[in-house]
């Protein structure tokens, strides 16, 4: 299983939603691997600049690690919600 750096916003979207970020590259062949990554010292900048380089600066509330399964799950469901199929 392929694990994923998710970065929560602090601020809420036009529709009153959260906004995230999903990092596709790296994933993480397990939590830990990525766990450490998202708090090595030496990383978090890279994955700041990287936040700054495809959105600009915003408010980060937290960072982190979820299944690629779990996050394309969450994809999908937001993609139906958006289309108005869920209630």
């Known amino acids: 299983m392929k694990w994923m750096i998710v970065v929560?916003?602090?601020?809420?979207?036009?529709?009153?939603?959260?906004?995230?970020y999903i990092?596709?590259?790296p994933t993480?062949?397990?939590?830990?691997?990525?766990?450490?990554?998202?708090?090595?010292?030496?990383?978090?900048p890279l994955l700041v600049d990287k936040?700054?380089?495809d959105n600009g600066p915003?408010?980060?509330?937290?960072?982190?690690?979820l299944p690629e399964k779990n996050v394309n799950e969450f994809?999908?469901?937001?993609?139906k919600r958006k289309r108005g199929t869920s209630i």
């Open 58 to 65: 915003r408010p980060i509330e937290r960072v982190v690690c």
């Open 8 to 20: 929560v916003f602090a601020n809420l979207s036009p529709l009153g939603e959260k906004e995230m």
């Open 23 to 25: 990092f596709v590259n």
């Open 28 to 44: 993480f062949d397990n939590p830990v691997t990525c766990q450490s990554d998202i708090s090595n010292p030496e990383v978090i």
């Open 75 to 79: 994809i999908n469901d937001h993609k």
């Open 51 to 53: 936040i700054i380089q």
